[in-house]
């Protein structure tokens, strides 16, 4: 059974740092691209940041280029979102996510809050 947990998330000040954790179960996360959504109140939902499975490849969202990276650590199977120098903009739910052959999965999500 496919399932993703985030966690990492919680509130910081401007400028800080957090790092969110997405732990895999019921697949492997190297054999299939994995992204970082997240979603304000009252917004879309937009992609942050992902990672293909063959040499890990990334991208990120321009607006978040230079202060967030994706990583994956596949002995833990697990995706990492460092995020940096965050704004209060960046405040919303971020998710997980799976993409396998047709299918997607999302993790539950977790809050991050940038306020002083």
């Known amino acids: 059974q496919v399932q993703l947990v985030e966690s990492g998330g919680g509130l910081v000040q401007p400028g800080g740092s957090l790092r969110l954790s997405c732990t895999a179960s019921g697949f492997l996360v190297s054999d299939y691209a994995m992204s970082w959504y997240r979603q304000a109140p009252g917004k879309e939902r937009e992609l942050v940041a992902g990672?293909?499975?063959?040499?890990?490849?990334?991208n990120h969202a321009d607006s978040m280029k230079g202060r967030f990276t994706i990583s994956r650590d596949n002995a833990k199977n697990t995706v990492y979102l460092q995020m940096n120098s965050l704004k209060p903009e960046d405040t919303a739910v971020y998710y997980c996510r799976a993409r396998i052959y047709t299918l997607t999965y999302w993790g539950q999500g977790t809050q991050v809050t940038v306020s002083s």
């Open positions: 990672i293909v499975s063959a040499g890990g490849s990334r």
